[in-house]
């Protein structure tokens, strides 16, 4: 299975974990084979200057992945990533490893939208 983890950085599991998915500068794209992190690679988001609704979750299903850990999302973009067929955890943070960790030992499942607007601020 492919995990998508916005991130600042391309240094894979070290990388930090951006606080906004679709204007991140990339996506590590982390490998999960019998329950364990397998290959891990870099994806630059095309979209980081500017996106619009379902470009990213586009990318990332054509990309492979399955499932996006990201800090906070709203409906509308957790509503498209299934649509495309990704899972979506929220609550995401600290490192990729971290984060990717924490989904593994079943600390990072599902979650819920953020609240209020458009605003992407996220206290995660």
């Known amino acids: 299975m492919l ?8 240094e894979g599991l070290e990388s930090p974990v951006a606080e906004h998915f679709g204007r991140c500068p990339f996506f590590t794209m982390v490998e999960i084979e019998n329950g364990e992190i397998g290959a891990v690679s870099s994806l ?8 619009s609704p379902g470009e990213v979750p586009m990318l990332l299903e054509r990309s492979g992945a399955r499932v996006i850990l990201a800090g906070g999302m709203g409906r ?8 495309f067929g990704i899972e979506s955890s929220t609550g995401a943070s600290g490192t990729v490893g971290q984060t990717v960790r924490a989904f593994l030992q079943g600390n990072l499942r599902g979650g819920s939208p953020c609240p209020g607007g458009s605003g992407h601020a996220h206290d995660h």
């Open 76 to 83: 509308r973009a957790m509503a498209l990533f299934s649509e």
């Open 44 to 51: 630059s988001n095309p979209f980081y200057a500017s996106h």
């Open 3 to 10: 995990v998508a983890v916005p991130s600042e950085s391309d």
